[in-house]
């Protein structure tokens, strides 16, 4: 079983930046697509970014611009680097690696993202 943490929430101001981070306690990213989903209280989950196992990147059309998804390899991290930061975006931010030719797909437990006007 592979467990996924998420790091970086926490209260962040309007136009200001918070920066995500999820690491995997086996290294799976590199045959991964990863995202980011977050879900905001009485909504549901959707999907914010991700990233293949290639580098390809996407982005919900509500982030595009201030929102980076990114793969360190030498720390074996995902990272969300969260720029111009809106009360929208105010959610618990999840981390998910799906191995689609394994069919196995791992959840983060979730972290808090508050952004205050």
């Known amino acids: 079983q592979v467990q996924l943490v998420e790091s970086g929430g926490g209260l962040g101001q309007a136009g200001g930046s918070l920066r995500l981070s999820c690491a995997a306690s086996?290294?799976?990213?590199?045959?991964?697509?990863v995202g980011w989903f977050r879900q905001a209280p009485g909504k549901q989950r959707e999907i914010v970014a991700s990233?293949?196992?290639?580098?390809?990147?996407n982005y919900a059309d509500s982030v595009k611009g201030r929102f980076t998804i990114s793969r360190d390899s030498a720390k074996d991290t995902v990272n969300l680097q969260m720029n111009s930061l809106k009360p929208e975006d105010t959610a618990v931010y999840y981390c998910?690696?799906?191995?689609?030719?394994?069919?196995?797909?791992?959840w983060g437990q979730g972290t808090q993202v508050t952004v205050s006007s």
């Open positions: 998910n690696a799906n191995i689609s030719f394994m069919g196995r797909d791992y």
């Open positions: 990233i293949t196992s290639d580098g390809r990147t």
């Open positions: 086996r290294s799976i990213f590199s045959v991964s697509t």
